[in-house]
């Protein structure tokens, strides 16, 4: 079955730069999540995505945007890169009018590594 | 604010047992989740509780007591790739977005 793809997988910049992040979800699922991972801590919710219109935004730094295109897949864009900006960066889809509420499908996620 | 606690490390053998609680305090209650993360892979999920009670899913059973904000996740018959982080997760309604605890490392020893 599809899953979740997510690219670049690995990801190195230097401080300051920017990268963009792509998230293409599982299709027929309209609301895609993004969320960070530092090193040994959980999962933070950044921002949501329901039928291309941001639905909820969670600690998303000024310095991030995000967007979802009309074929659903979304892209996170991250300027004035820091180091602490290092991490996993997952995103993840539902299908928000069906199933188990909350169930979130992930993809293996981009690992962004700033120096 | 939404707080959700886990023990951060536990240990068991291979063929035993183990329970992983989770007690939560958040500002709406629409579903307590339990994903499985392997280190550095993408959370799987694992199971689903809205309502109280015993979910049972093969060797994965998990618990919810809503008015104790509290819920746990029992692994039987553990083998080693049960070796993971795992974690509670709520959904506090409003969307499907979900609230991640910080994941207890389970290492299951021979």
């Known amino acids: 079955a599809a899953g979740v793809i997510q690219s670049p997988r690995h990801l190195i910049k230097e401080k300051r730069e920017t990268a963009t992040l792509k998230c293409y979800p599982i299709?027929?699922?309209?609301?895609v999540y993004w969320y960070q991972q530092g090193p040994g801590q959980d999962p933070q919710f950044l921002i949501s995505f329901y039928e291309k219109m941001q639905s909820d935004k969670g600690s998303i730094p000024d310095r991030f945007s995000a967007q979802q295109f009309s074929d659903y897949h979304s892209e996170l864009n991250m300027s004035s890169l820091e180091l602490g900006d290092s991490a996993l960066y997952f995103c993840?889809?539902?299908?928000?009018?069906?199933?188990?509420?909350?169930?979130?499908?992930f993809g293996e996620g981009s690992r962004l590594t700033v120096l | 604010g939404q707080n959700i606690d886990q023990p951060t490390e536990m240990t068991a053998t291979e063929g035993a047992i183990v329970q992983i609680n989770c007690t939560y305090q958040t500002s709406g209650f629409n579903g307590l989740f339990w994903y499985q993360q392997h280190a550095g892979e993408a959370p799987t999920f694992l199971s689903y509780n809205v309502l109280d009670g015993l979910e049972e899913k093969g060797r994965f059973s998990s618990f919810l007591s809503r008015s104790k904000g509290y819920s746990y996740l029992l692994l039987k018959e553990l083998q080693m790739k049960d070796s993971a982080s795992y974690l509670c997760?709520?959904?506090?309604?409003?969307?499907?977005?979900?609230?991640f605890g910080t994941g207890t490392q389970l290492k299951v020893e021979l």
């Open positions: 993840a889809s539902s299908p928000r009018l069906a199933g188990v509420a909350g169930e979130l499908f």
């Open positions: 997760a709520v959904n506090p309604g409003g969307g499907n977005k979900l609230t």
């Open positions: 299709p027929r699922h309209d609301t």
